[in-house]
């Protein structure tokens, strides 16, 4: 079989993405053997670009000059595919602020994206994109996966939005991803949302391609491993579905039903299982806020006990935890849209290295719907008639958001009424039980003090059986009426969420679903 004629060009660039690339050691080799590179600086000796070739890509923004233009037209005519690789051909990235002398040749103080000159088929943001990345990008190429690489596509032109045009849109979702990828620390949160310090971003545009709610193309197909043992269902795919409390009294008294997220997370710490977990804590300077924490003991788990319903990046230390922590098992829990934002990282890792590897377990949370701060600030007082403070905990029934006061008193408010202050992001999502984790927990179809736990992956199962061995977590079978509960409240979010995509589209609105 004939190999594809491959060229890596480079403009003004830093050679940062062809040394990522470079960085995929012994998978470097293997994609090498499939593709005939005729033209590559820093790894072919040839210095004379073919005169046909089927892949082209290019590293580095355009100067404005008659040899850098007359290149890519060049290109552009010998090339089947052209791509824009990493955020100075795709954006123009720190190009943007080059300004005569901070180069070294200070005549070129003008750079240009190179979509804005020819036709780019693919382009690849990122400063650089992580090696994972670009491999991913051949191999998808080479197999001809155009369903894999249709991102690239869309994309086009579309990175310097950046993440603020997502919160304009009524699309964020606060996940935090934008914060974790983001190459400069230049995002950073103020109650749930992200704020960028422009003065810091160098248009990478790695924070919108990463972003949940930029596109998201796999809604509903859902498996993270092989479909062996799994029951499809309205509540995704899964293995096993149980009733469970932690047999913990610290945890029991401290957990929101039946504890079981912190006792599964103990377990995992304890038998090194895990080396750390991603949870939510509640804010020291505003009750009800939560705020992310990455937790190392299972002494440390019970501070993080408990359910917030307001928003909470959960994922923006997802790179200090495999960084500067250096987990190489991390265990997660986030709501059904913070593990789609887990699971595009996955399958785009663009701007953390080797995640995949090093998530040991995901935990999903159900969720009807979040808040923002504000707004459930707001409705605890409108509608609830109780201040925040005199809230001992509140959670989700049949039919009714529920608040228990500190003086015993009980206040339902119809999830009808509710939705009018959830976030807006909340109205298209499909998701009730977090169809992409490994374990999903809720209070919904169990009797009070035990959790819903549906176990979906064999890592999952793993896990749990090992808890309820070493006498972590008690556990009884789901019966066939609390499951038909919980999958006609999937049915209805999901028939929600497609009603209000469909809004949006005859409004022109941004909608993320492929």
Known sequence: MKKPVVAWVELSACSGCSISFLDNYKDMFSILDKLDLQYCTLLTDNRVIPKKIDLTIIEGGCAITDEHIQLVRCLRD???VIVAMGACAETGGVLNYAEGNQMPMPELDAFLPI???IEVDYAIPGCPPAPEAILKFLEAYLSKNTRYLAPYKSIIGKSEGKIRDIVKMGLCVSCGICGATCPTNAISFVEGKPVIRDEYCILCGECYFQCPRSFFCDVKAINLTSKKNTKPSAIGEYIEAYAMRTTNHAIKK???TGGAVTSIFAYGLDNKLLDGVLVSRNSENNIWMGEPIIITSSEDLLQTAGTRYSVSPILSPLKTAITSYGLTKLGVVGLPCQH??????CDYPLGIRHVSSKIALRIGLFC?????YNAFIKMLEEVG????EDVNKVDIGVGNFNIYSVTGEVIHIPLKVVHNYEQESCKICPDFTSEFADISVGSIGSSDKWSTVIVRTEQGKTIIDGAIEEGYLQSKDLDEKS???IEDIALKKNKKGNKYVKIRNEYGLLVPFC
């Not at 789609?340 to 990282?345: C, R």
């Not at 009807?368 to 923002?372: I, K």
């Not at 008639?385 to 925040?388: D, F, L, Y």
Request: a positive charge; zero cysteines; charged letters at 20%.
């Open 368 to 372: 009807t719907s979040n808040f923002r």
């Open 483 to 485: 499951l038909s509960l």
């Open 340 to 345: 789609e934002a887990l699971k595009k990282l």
């Open 254 to 256: 401290a957990a929101q």
């Open 78 to 80: 010998r090339s089947s």
């Open 385 to 388: 008639g109780i201040r925040p």
């Open 115 to 117: 979509h804005t000159l």
